[in-house]
């Protein structure tokens, strides 16, 4: 097992970014989780990736970073990885990024092409999503049943997917029970910043990237298309299974393509 150490940035707005750092020589991997997940659920990918220097970000209003942050825009976002690959200071960094972390990965690129090698991007598109899925989202989280007493009687209101397994076991452990680590209301401000297409960036990417999509993601042909087919340098690789949280439900497929990814530049 590698051990990885949790540090803290603290960025111009006062919010608290936190990490985990495997440590090691080299230019880091940093990876970058979905909405209403955190650094642990990608705690496989890490162990999976021996040999690299892998660092795991909480991005704000999740995990262990400020779960109320005054500023959920993109910029904030964006901003929140340069500021943590500036305080690694080791030279330009994998960026790995799954929905909304490849959504983030993919601005950084743009705002700061310096920093950064190359983008492994799972289940990415432009920017999408309407008023109404973020309310329904929204209305899902608070459903929840919140604090849940112990984790069996979370997990058996949440399910035993990959993806509820991994929520039961990111829940935070407080006086009067477990809580996720995130509050609905700031997901739903934040997802709602995704949805704007952010097609300039996209088309003048100067970092080459590896798009992945899972069998059964969240996005038609057509948007992965369009995506792959404006964008600079890209690979497409499409997973034979998994969904749109391949890197929980489909993490063999998933591993090998981001070894692969991590190793020397692929050739279109």
């Known amino acids: 097992m590698r051990t990885f150490a949790r540090h803290e940035v603290t960025v111009a707005d006062g919010t608290t970014i936190s990490y985990l750092d495997s440590g090691g020589a080299g230019s880091p991997?940093?990876?970058?989780?979905?909405?209403?997940?955190?650094s642990t659920e990608l705690l496989p990918t890490a162990e999976a990736l021996g040999g690299h220097r892998v660092v795991l970000v909480d991005q704000r209003g999740h995990g262990h970073s400020t779960r109320r942050p005054a500023d959920t825009s993109r910029e904030a976002f964006v901003g929140d990885v340069v500021a943590l690959l500036e305080t690694l200071d080791r030279g330009p960094a994998v960026l790995v990024g799954q929905s909304m972390g490849a959504h983030t990965a993919m601005l950084v690129a743009a705002a700061r092409p310096d920093l950064v090698e190359r983008l492994v991007l799972l289940e990415c598109d432009a920017g999408s999503g309407t008023p109404q899925e973020h309310r329904r989202l929204g209305e899902f989280f608070t459903s929840w049943p919140v604090p849940f007493p112990d984790r069996e009687a979370a997990a058996q209101f949440l399910g035993d997917s990959p993806l509820a397994t991994a929520w039961v076991a990111d829940l935070e452990?407080?006086?009067?029970?477990?809580?996720p680590r995130f509050d609905p209301d700031?997901?739903?401000?934040?997802?709602?910043?995704?949805a704007t297409p952010r097609w300039h960036e996209w088309e003048n990417l100067q970092v080459p990237a590896v798009v992945v999509y899972a069998a059964h993601g969240m996005f038609g042909e057509a948007q992965r298309a369009e995506?792959?087919?404006?964008?600079?340098?890209?690979?497409?690789i499409d997973l034979p299974r998994g969904s749109h949280d391949a890197h929980l439900d489909a993490f063999e497929d998933w591993i090998a393509v981001l070894r692969d990814s991590l190793g020397p530049r692929r050739i279109r």
């Open 227 to 236: 995506f792959v087919a404006r964008g600079r340098d890209v690979v497409r």
């Open 186 to 194: 700031v997901l739903v401000a934040t997802i709602a910043t995704v």
């Open 29 to 38: 991997v940093v990876v970058l989780h979905g909405l209403a997940g955190s």
């Open 173 to 179: 452990e407080t006086p009067d029970g477990l809580n």
